[in-house]
Structure formats: C-alpha cells, structure tokens
C-alpha cells in the first residue's frame, strides 16, 4: 500500500522555467492538497480539492496551477519559476474534506536559481 | 488567516528527560491534530483532539487540547532518541474547516 506517491523528489530549476509535480494517492480518498514548507513558516496550503472534479485557492496561489486528473491525481503546475518557489511541496489527501486527517507524500525538494 | 504559534521552536534534551511543547492561538478550532515529520519525510498524524479540556495519551504523549480549544500541549515523558523529529500542530477552522498549521517545534533527544 503506496499512500501518497510525489514524484520528482528533487528538482532543480533556472528562474522562468516551467514544470509539474505528481501527485497520486492509492486510498481512495475525496479530497487532495498541495502545500509547501519552508523554514521558520510551517506547511502553507497553496490549493485543494475537495472533491474530484473541485479545485479551489488555498493561503498561497500565486504562480501555481493545479489538476485535478481523477479521483487518484492531483498535480502542481509552476509555469513560470520564481526564487521565491523554492520550498518543500508536499501533496496529501484525507478521506473528506473539513477536519479528516491528512496523509502526507514524502515531498519534493524544488530549488530555483 | 489563522495563526499558530509553536513554543519552543528548538529543543535538544538528554534522553529520559521530560519535555512539553506548546501550540497557541487566538482564533478556535473545531478540532486539533499533531503530526510527527522526520527528516526526508512527510508529516506523519499521532492525535486529533476534538473537545475543549480534551486529553489523549499515546504511550509516553500526553496532548491536551484547551478548555477554549485556541491552544494545545504535547507533553512527552522520558524522552528517547527516537522522539527525535519536527513536531506540527495543526488546526481545523475558518472557510469549509480547512487546516492551519503551526511553525513547528524541532526536537533532538540526545542519548
């Protein structure tokens, strides 16, 4: 049993490019995030969806897009890379939204020159 | 935005040592969860408390979540090596109960 699957772990990028992260979940839950942490700051959520075919703005949207593919996928999209996007991103998922506990993908380490 | 401050931000102790960690706001939650995240690794749920006074106890974790529910500790007794992590509070509140995390305590037990 994966859980929550992120893929790249590590990814470099050059100021203005673009890229998406993966997410999939093998639970079968509804609802899906994408936050990102940064020292001294905690986890800020950057969007969710709260059920597939749902996505909304979370405390920190500006620069990302998100997918919501099926029930089981959930990518983040940059398309125009910023310094101020290197950050840990973490995806998780929780069985409804509103409360439920969250299970959390091991993160992707994004660095951006 | 609901804020949560987590006090300390660091702690190293000696093994066997006792500990308490605290999370603090000025806003309510319906409920309160903590995660363990160790290096490399996602956020990993230990508790959610829900009612005001509420304590749950996890082998040697002690959480309780205040009377108002704006606050809550994690109290760890004898701590060992393999405590050793960031520990998040988060809270559930605001628009369709969405989860607000605390700063994060890092704690090292030293052997």
């Known amino acids: 049993n994966a859980g929550v699957t992120q893929t790249p772990k590590f990814q470099v990028l050059k100021t203005g490019q673009s890229m998406t992260l993966q997410c999939a979940q093998d639970m079968n839950h509804n609802s899906m995030y994408w936050y990102r942490q940064d020292p001294g700051m905690g986890l800020r959520l950057i969007y969710y969806?709260?059920?597939?075919?749902?996505?909304d703005k979370g405390e920190v949207p500006n620069g990302y897009n998100v997918s919501r593919l099926n029930k089981r996928e959930f990518s983040l999209r940059l398309e125009s890379a910023a310094p101020s996007q290197t950050s840990v991103y973490f995806c998780?998922?929780?069985?409804?939204?509103?409360?439920?506990?969250?299970?959390f993908g091991n993160g992707t380490r994004l660095t951006v020159t | 935005t609901q804020l949560l401050e987590q006090s300390p931000q660091f702690l190293s102790i000696q093994e066997g040592e006792n500990l308490t960690v605290y999370c603090n706001s000025s806003s309510v939650f319906s409920s309160l969860q903590w995660y363990r995240q160790e290096p490399g690794e996602g956020p990993v749920l230990l508790v959610t408390v829900v009612t005001g006074g509420e304590v749950k106890k996890l082998k040697r974790l002690t959480f309780q979540f205040g009377d108002a529910r704006k606050d809550s500790s994690l109290h760890i007794t004898a701590a060992q090596p393999g405590d050793t992590g960031l520990y998040l509070c988060a809270g559930a509140g605001g628009t369709g109960n969405q989860f607000y995390f605390g700063t994060g305590t890092s704690l090292t037990v030293i052997p």
């Open positions: 998780a998922s929780s069985l409804s939204w509103g409360g439920s506990p969250l299970h």
């Open positions: 969806s709260a059920s597939e075919g749902t996505t």
